[in-house]
């Protein structure tokens, strides 16, 4: 098991591994490929009722928020496109709240 004195430190603050995000309507979607439309991520997520919106991060391309009517709706989604990837890449979480 990783003892706290075993993270590495920047300054005198040991380096935590973030905790996911806790479940909500709401997706973070990230290691897009870059040609990724807004329209084939609804393609994808509209196969799951409730689909909402999706939102593309323009300043950040690669990144995108998918959101549904409620948190048992975008579970299901994620659960059912839990280790899809697009070229090779893991992509989906919960966004923070």
Do not use: C, W
């Not at 689909?51 to 323009?58: H, Q």
């Amino acid at each position: 098991m990783l003892q706290l004195s075993q993270l590495p430190y920047l300054g005198a603050r040991p380096i935590v591994p973030e905790a996911p995000a806790p479940p909500n309507n709401i997706m973070f979607i990230q290691n897009l490929p870059h040609d990724v439309t807004t329209m084939m991520l609804q393609m994808l997520f509209n196969q799951y009722p409730g689909l909402k919106d999706v939102r593309m991060v323009e300043t950040k391309p690669g990144i995108a928020f998918v959101e549904y009517e409620n948190e048992m709706q975008s579970t299901v989604a994620m659960q059912e496109l839990q280790g899809f990837k697009m070229q090779q890449n893991q992509m989906i979480t919960y966004a923070k709240k």
